[in-house]
């Protein structure tokens, strides 16, 4: 009998390879492509239908971009990949699917990414897109054998998405949303490599050479500096009058509130961190239920905020 939702007469070995395509897309991973909402949603202008269209269409676009690109990586990383207790079972790493046929598959995203982007508009939004895979294939070509470097060039990456959001619904970006972001996304990265660090031992630079150049004091003095950035910005974003106060009409109280969880959140994710757990921020976002409440405490106080 054919799966559910697939034509009786598809050949056996076509569903196979479409389905290994669809677990190289991560699609796990398209959790982080929710950072395209978080500046209309600050500049609380998610209300307009049309705005929040454009945005679900973008967020589709990055969702296509960011999946090419991991297919494309898996197939650069693929000797890597087998040497990680868990990256090793990736369809391309597992030898189930076929190098070639996950390149082209990739490719093909990027490009579909890329023309969706032009149509939803402006057109900086398409070459915002084509930016994003330009930098994900220097990374994996060279830029991810650079101490430091490898840091910035994947927390550029999350900032993307962000500044995608605002060019797509037409919202500036204001110095310290861009400033909180960038910090956020540096501690993720920072995070995620402090933990390969210990999980992987002493084979670390099998799977990643960069993490042989890494030592443990510089990956959490490097964390808590972020860390530490990151709540500074977001304070200052949520108290300026100039940043999030400006559109909180009536309650501007319930937006300097959401200080607490945020607080909250980075404390409990550096105590997982110190522990030697979570390195996967996907993971967390969609296991971790006391990180999952103190962003419901969060979206609840936005929301209070900026659109009650």
């Not at 919202?171 to 960038?182: A, C, H, R």
């Not at 099998?206 to 004091?217: A, M, S, W």
Request: glycine share 8%; proline share 5%; hydrophobic share 55%.
């Amino acid at each position: 009998m054919a799966p559910v939702g697939l034509p009786a007469d598809l050949p056996k070995g076509r569903v196979a390879s479409a389905t290994l395509i669809l677990r190289g897309m991560r699609p796990q991973q398209w959790t982080k492509n929710v950072l395209i909402f978080a500046a209309p949603a600050a500049a609380g202008v998610l209300g307009h239908w049309n705005v929040a269209l454009r945005l679900c269409a973008a967020f589709a676009a990055f969702c296509l971009a960011a999946s090419g690109t991991y297919l494309v990586n898996d197939v650069i990383d693929a000797a890597a990949d087998r040497q990680h207790p868990v990256k090793r079972l990736r369809p391309v790493a597992s030898g189930s699917l076929r190098p070639a046929l996950a390149l082209w598959s990739g490719l093909g995203l990027l490009a579909a990414a890329i023309v969706l982007g032009l149509l939803i508009g402006p057109w900086g939004f398409g070459v915002l897109l084509a930016v994003y895979a330009a930098i994900n294939a220097a990374y994996s070509l060279r830029l991810k054998r650079e101490p430091v470097v490898e840091l910035a060039v994947v927390a550029s990456c999350f900032v993307l998405r962000a500044v995608a959001g605002g060019l797509v619904a037409h919202v500036p970006l204001t110095n310290w949303f861009l400033v909180f972001t960038s910090f956020a996304a540096l501690f993720v990265v920072t995070g995620k490599r402090a933990a390969e660090h210990v999980r992987l031992g002493e084979c670390r630079g099998e799977h990643r050479p960069v993490l042989d150049l890494y030592t443990e004091t510089f990956l959490r003095s490097t964390l808590v500096l972020a860390a530490t950035v990151t709540v500074a910005s977001y304070c200052l974003w949520a108290f300026d009058r100039t940043g999030l106060l400006s559109h909180a009409r009536h309650h501007p109280l319930w937006v300097e509130l959401t200080v607490i969880p945020m607080v909250l959140a980075v404390l409990h994710i550096l105590r997982l961190l110190d522990a030697g757990e979570g390195g996967e921020p996907e993971q967390l976002a969609l296991h971790d239920r006391l990180l999952q409440s103190y962003a419901i405490e969060w979206i609840v106080l936005m929301c209070i905020g900026l659109y009650a």
